[in-house]
Each structure stands twice: as C-alpha cells, then as structure tokens.
C-alpha cells in the first residue's frame, strides 16, 4: 500500500479549557497535511512555556516561511514617529485631581478647558496660544478625556465662564478642602497688586489656617 502525504501549512494554535473555577492555556504549533486525499492534523511542538515574544517571533518566521530573508529588510521598513508627551500632563493632572479642582470645575467641556488652562500654567506659563500649542505636545485631550479640540478664541471664552462661575467654584473647593470646618486663620495678600489703563487690579493670593 503507497501511503501519499502532502504538507499543506504549518500554524499556531491557542487552546483554552476551564477545569472548575481554574482556566488552562495552551499553545501548540501544528501542521496540517493530506494523507490519501484526506485532510489531517498533528501537533511538532508544545510553546506553552515560550514568552509571547517568543511565539510572536515564531508566528512571523511562519508568514515569511517562503522568503525568510524579507525578515531582515523589516526593521528597515520600520519608521518610528514620536508620540503625545504623557508624563507631564498626567502628573499634573493627579495633582489637580487629588487637590479636588477637577470636582470643583466640574467635567463638562468649559470644565475641563479650564482645568488645561490650570495645567498649562505649571507646565509652560504663557499666553492662551501657548496653552493650545502645549495641548498639541502634551496629551491633553488623552489625559483629560476631551471629545473635540480647541483653540485660543475657546479659551478666552472660558475666561468668561470661569469669571461667571468664579464664586461656585471657589466654594466647591472650599467644601472639598475644609469640609464643614472654619478656618482659624485667613491669611490675604494683595502685594501683586498694580494699575494698568487706569483699571486696579489685585491678584490676590490667600491661605486659610
């Protein structure tokens, strides 16, 4: 009897089975082949115990199988663009939200554009041009959760919602900060003040005790 075998294609498998509340995985790297006009398949190797980069490399050995010297051209077809800053934003916004600010502006869209207003002044203080081109270096949308962008006209006019909503949001920080507790002491100073166009201005700055 003439026994007629034929590779027809090597592959990965993933197997997974529950046993109770215990969940077991496998891989196993399999070939299937036609043996008198029939389909079979059969297990060359166990790659449980491979790291995934290890299967990883494997799978891709297996896609390139009929040219294995295009693996070494990949790297040269690889282009590395640089991503959104993370770390600043992030950190920063950590602070915002441990200090309640973010509760206090609240989460809407002129909450959170004047939430970034606040971050850009840490990051890099400058205009509110310069706080849209930070939002073009720094992941604000990402790390904000913002839904559509903005510009410089959108933040001048959440200058007017902040100075429209100024006295809620102060008091919002004060309830999250001293709860139903009283200052002992309220430190105010206006040493910054100063006249532009005949107007006074005061930008005070305050402590309760």
């Not at 029939?38 to 390139?64: D, F, G, M, W, Y």
Request: glycine share 6%; hydrophobic share 40%.
């Amino acid at each position: 009897m003439v026994v007629i075998c034929t590779m027809v294609d090597m592959h990965i498998v993933e197997n997974k089975s529950k046993s109770g509340k215990k969940i077991y995985r496998s891989t196993l790297l399999r070939e299937s082949y036609r043996e008198d006009g029939k389909v079979k398949k059969r297990t060359i190797a166990n790659l449980s115990n491979c790291t995934p980069l290890e299967i990883e490399a494997i799978r891709l050995a297996l896609a390139h199988k009929d040219d294995l010297c295009a693996l070494g051209a990949l790297s040269e077809s690889v282009k590395l663009h640089e991503g959104l800053s993370m770390g600043a934003a992030w950190s920063v916004y950590q602070v915002a939200k441990e200090l309640g600010i973010e509760e206090a502006l609240g989460k809407d869209f002129e909450g959170k554009l004047a939430l970034w207003q606040v971050m850009a002044r840490v990051i890099g203080q400058g205009s509110r041009l310069s706080a849209v081109r930070l939002a073009q270096i720094h992941a604000a949308g990402d790390v904000l959760d913002m839904k559509r962008g903005f510009d410089e006209n959108n933040l001048y006019d959440n200058l007017s919602w902040l100075s429209e909503n100024q006295a809620k949001i102060e008091r919002k920080l004060f309830e999250l900060r001293r709860g139903g507790n009283k200052p002992k002491l309220f430190l105010y100073d206006v040493t910054s003040s100063y006249s532009k166009k005949h107007l006074f201005l005061e930008e005070p700055v305050f402590s309760c005790i």
